[in-house]
């Protein structure tokens, strides 16, 4: 699954209909009317402020005045079909004076979320493990090494011994323990995620 590093807006016109859409990164059910109250202040003039949005197992899409499932699944749609995740796309109808029909609305909605999908800075979540590790000096040069290959080095301190923070996605205790012959100390701090 993919998530939305920022907030993105394109825009399209389909018969002098124009549509935007604004794709915003959320991540929890209740920020979805936070975000719709502010576009509405936005775009003041539209006729439909129509939205889809994928937030975990949680899917939400409306339709807002357009004929059903005809706006609002089709972005709903068009995020699952894009793999997106924590992800809210609101596409704002300003009605240009030609009826569209069914299958132009769905056609008009998916294409408008799928284009601001295209500029969007899609990101990955990933899971980091953070650590402190302490040694002897004797060692630094190995932990260096080994550490610059396999985690991010993320501060350190120089005291007694030599103690580095570190992220790391995998499990290298094993090869921590190898390179000191045991002669250190290890300690897990936190797990978070972040976005690569």
Not at 148 to 173: H, K, P
């Amino acid at each position: 699954m993919f998530n939305i590093r920022e907030r993105v807006v394109s825009l399209i016109e389909v018969k002098k209909s124009k549509f935007y859409c604004i794709l915003i990164p959320v991540d929890e059910e209740e920020k979805i009317k936070d975000e719709l109250a502010l576009i509405k202040k936005e775009y003041p003039a539209a006729r439909h402020y129509c939205y889809g949005a994928v937030i975990g197992a949680i899917t939400r899409s409306n339709d807002d005045g357009e004929p059903a499932s005809t706006a609002g699944r089709p972005i709903l749609e068009t995020l699952l079909n894009h793999d997106l995740d924590n992800v809210l796309a609101v596409v704002v109808r300003y009605f240009g004076g030609t009826l569209l029909g069914t299958a132009g609305l769905i056609r008009a909605y998916s294409q408008a979320t799928a284009e601001a999908i295209k500029i969007a800075d899609l990101t990955v979540p990933t899971t980091v493990y953070n650590y402190r590790l302490t040694a002897d000096y004797s060692l630094i040069s190995n932990l260096e090494y080994l550490l610059s290959t396999r985690a991010v080095i993320t501060d350190r301190y120089y005291g007694e011994q030599v103690t580095y923070c570190f992220q790391s996605e995998e499990d290298i205790s094993q090869e921590i323990e190898e390179i000191t012959s045991g002669q250190y100390r290890l300690e897990f701090v936190s797990e978070e995620i972040i976005q690569k």
